[in-house]
């Protein structure tokens, strides 16, 4: 019997790079996120992590590159509108509760899916924020 193969990423970014301004926020970013993964996307202010959000929303279209979603690019309108049906979008002035801290603020998206919040905190160390977990969020996140 042939060994199985993994299935097809559920979404999947081939060398997307995004200009603006002809000035290139993103280059060359391959990505592939699996059912039941979780993405975590981290970098400094201007780094582009919001861009490749609003791509992936479909706010934005790549520069170069493709996005592919169950193997089919997200910019044909056929594919996106059913794409979008799976989307939820939260922007972060909506996301982030200025006077919960940092902690609370995870725990807060834990509960809201009924996850076990006593996750949380590591998590937050993990990130290499666990200084900050205590701190009102209004201070201590970027918003960007």
Known sequence: MPPLRPPPPRLLLNNVSYMRNAQTVLRDINLSVHDG?????????GSGK???LRMLA?????SAGEILWNGHDI?????FQQYKLQLNWMSLKDAVKEKLTVLENVQWFELLEGKDDSRSGPAIQLMGLGRLMNEKARR????G
């Open 140 to 143: 201590m996140l970027s918003m």
């Open 75 to 79: 910019t044909s309108p056929g594919v």
């Open 50 to 52: 919001t861009t490749l």
């Open 37 to 45: 993964t979780t993405l975590v996307l981290t970098g400094a202010n």
């Open 58 to 62: 479909g706010f934005s279209r790549p």
